[in-house]
């Protein structure tokens, strides 16, 4: 179980960070949307800081929790149109 724990955490690391560099934000930064994606981005940027945190701690629970956490963030602002992000490929579900 420990072995697929870390690969599982390791995975979902990669998938964020890639993530993050892969989507732009879309609207305008001075608008209430653009207010709204530099959010979400914070967000997940925080949740993989967080992650690698605990991964630093040996607590794999937590930090996968944190690299599904901040991808959902992306993903879920990539959906309503905050991010322009690749449509192929793996890093988001649009």
């Known amino acids: 179980m420990g072995a697929d724990l870390e690969e599982k955490t390791?995975?979902?690391e990669r998938l964020l960070a890639e993530a993050l560099d892969a989507a732009t934000v879309a609207p305008p930064a001075d608008t209430p949307m653009g207010e709204a994606a530099a959010d979400c981005r914070e967000m997940a940027?925080?949740?993989l800081?967080?992650?690698?945190?605990?991964?630093?701690?040996?607590?794999?629970?937590?930090?996968l929790a944190s690299f599904s956490y901040g991808h959902a963030w992306l993903?879920?602002?990539?959906?309503?149109?905050?991010?322009?992000v690749p449509t192929d490929g793996h890093l988001f579900t649009v």
């Open 49 to 63: 800081d967080d992650g690698r945190h605990f991964r630093d701690e040996d607590d794999l629970v937590n930090a």
């Open 45 to 47: 940027e925080s949740y």
């Open 75 to 84: 993903d879920a602002g990539a959906r309503v149109g905050l991010f322009e």
């Open 10 to 12: 390791d995975r979902y």
